[in-house]
């Protein structure tokens, strides 16, 4: 398997994964403290060593240039390259630098991206995973909120107004108190 296939698997795999995830009235951090603790449950289930606030190859800017940038989670496969994420509910320019080098350095870059819908593709080889979610305003204060429901407790669809049957009444046989049968 090639290098292009496997990111699409793994990919895919974490997408599905994330599929059941809900959430109600959460803030920002705590979304994303959700969604890193859903990947590192994700990668241990597939058996890799999870390392969480791993190193980057990818130095942080002046002043603090000697240091290193951190990845949400890395992950060590025994048979395969690395597979690197990064848990964002903003479009970061840092985020899509960081993913580029580690790409270069011969990891699988995964970018899963959090909110409404309307996000941007990544340039390749980073792999895209999306969730969305709804907002609403939180209490004074507390600013925003985010909730994920299952897909049954979506709305349903608008339905036809176009009649298709009889639309006379039909009179049940129900028994009234009181009244003969």
Same mark, same amino acid.
């Given at each position: 398997m090639d290098l292009a296939e496997d990111g699409e698997r793994v990919a895919a795999s974490l997408a599905h994964r994330l599929d059941g995830l809900t959430f109600e009235d959460l803030t920002t951090d705590q979304v994303t403290t959700r969604l890193v603790d859903a990947v590192v449950a994700w990668a241990t289930g597939e058996g890799w060593r999870v390392y969480r606030r791993a190193a980057s190859v990818l130095p942080l800017p002046p002043p603090l240039s000697g240091r290193q940038s951190v990845l949400d989670v890395a992950c060590a496969r025994p048979d395969r390259p690395p597979v690197v994420v990064e848990v964002d509910h903003t479009d970061r320019r840092r985020t899509v630098e960081k993913l580029l080098a580690e790409a270069g350095a011969g990891r699988l870059p995964i970018w899963l991206r959090w909110g409404v819908p309307g996000f941007a593709a990544p340039p390749a080889p980073i792999r895209m995973v999306t969730i969305e979610v709804s907002r609403r305003n939180?209490? =004074?204060?507390?600013? &925003?909120?985010? #909730? &994920? &429901? $299952?897909? =049954? *407790? &979506?709305? =349903?669809?608008?339905? #036809?107004? %176009? =009649?298709? !049957?009889? %639309?006379?009444?039909?009179?049940?046989?129900? $028994?009234?108190? !009181?009244?003969? *049968?």
């Open positions: 939180g209490p =004074a204060g507390q600013g &925003r909120l985010y #909730s &994920r &429901r $299952p897909a =049954a *407790d &979506r709305p =349903a669809p608008a339905h #036809s107004v %176009t =009649a298709v !049957g009889p %639309t006379a009444p039909l009179a049940l046989p129900i $028994p009234i108190p !009181g009244e003969p *049968d």
